[in-house]
């Protein structure tokens, strides 16, 4: 069960464009949670429940895991583009730019 939690106070300007500021509040979310792990993965800082990487910061973008059903509609959104880490999309994750 999610708890409600205070984040330390940040401007607005330093919490829409900071990748810590994104870490941060990953972490104070799921501090309560036991099946949550973090793990250095792709030159960032990926997330993953159970064993499974759901989400993470890459340099300055968001990584986030997206059911199959989802994936399309998803893409569609402004500032939302296919993670291609290697250089090949990755079914099921995108990348979501700062600007978002």
């Known amino acids: 069960m999610w708890q409600s939690v205070t984040m330390p106070a940040q401007s607005q300007d330093s919490r829409s464009t ?13 501090v309560s949670r036991n099946d949550i792990t973090e793990r250095k993965m792709f030159g960032g800082l990926a997330f993953l429940c159970l064993g499974r990487m759901c989400c993470g910061i890459v340099v300055s973008d968001l990584m986030v895991r997206i059911p199959d059903d989802e994936l399309d509609a998803v893409m569609r959104g402004r500032h939302v583009r296919p993670m291609d880490f290697t250089g090949k ?10 600007l978002a």
């Open 89 to 98: 999309p990755l079914r099921g994750f995108v990348y979501v730019s700062p």
């Open 18 to 30: 900071s990748p810590l500021h994104a870490i941060t509040a990953s972490r104070w979310l799921t």
